[in-house]
């Protein structure tokens, strides 16, 4: 007779909950991401680790690794062929969107964003779908919210302009 036994690893299921998203959240990064794929000088790449050896994420309370829901690539063609697949990305996006789940603290994100501009990312974003909101980050002090009552989003520094309203859609 087999017995099937349980047993209950409690960080192991705190961190999967806290990265686990939600309908919202996952309706907000399939929209950017087509939003972004008409955008001739971006590549969106979404779930991408990004390999952050030359700082110390400790020093920002970042524990784990550098996985934004969306990096925005400057488009360069033609794309270099690879051998294999890349599991980190040593080279850095210009632009991360996080998008905020349920279980995810703001905090956490801002932490993430301090170690995102000493890694010089230019621009991060924190999407809060149940919000209907986007700050965009040009850095730490200087950041813009974006909600309902804007027509579109505007991240000056990269000289992006995407419609509020397609963001949050179904």
Wanted: proline share 5%; net charge negative.
């Amino acid at each position: 007779m087999t017995e099937l036994v349980e047993f209950e690893d409690k960080g192991h299921q705190d961190k999967e909950a806290k990265q686990m998203g939600s309908l919202n959240h996952g309706v907000a990064q399939a929209n950017l991401t087509a939003l972004f794929y008409n955008d001739e000088r971006f590549r969106a790449i979404t779930e991408l680790s990004l390999d952050p050896n030359q700082i110390d994420l400790k020093q920002f309370g970042v524990k784990d690794e550098l996985i934004p829901d969306i990096c925005l690539y400057q488009k360069k063609e033609p794309r270099p062929k690879k051998a294999g697949d890349v599991m980190k990305m040593t080279e850095m996006p210009v632009v991360v969107l996080e998008i905020l789940s349920p279980k995810q603290s703001i905090d956490e994100i801002l932490a993430k964003f301090e170690a995102y501009f000493a890694l010089s990312i230019k621009s991060c974003w924190l999407v809060a779908p149940s919000l209907e909101t986007v700050t965009v980050y040009a850095n730490m002090a200087d950041y813009k919210s974006f909600g309902t009552h804007d027509s579109e989003v505007i991240d000056e520094m990269m000289d992006i302009h995407l419609p509020i309203k397609k963001i949050f859609e179904w």
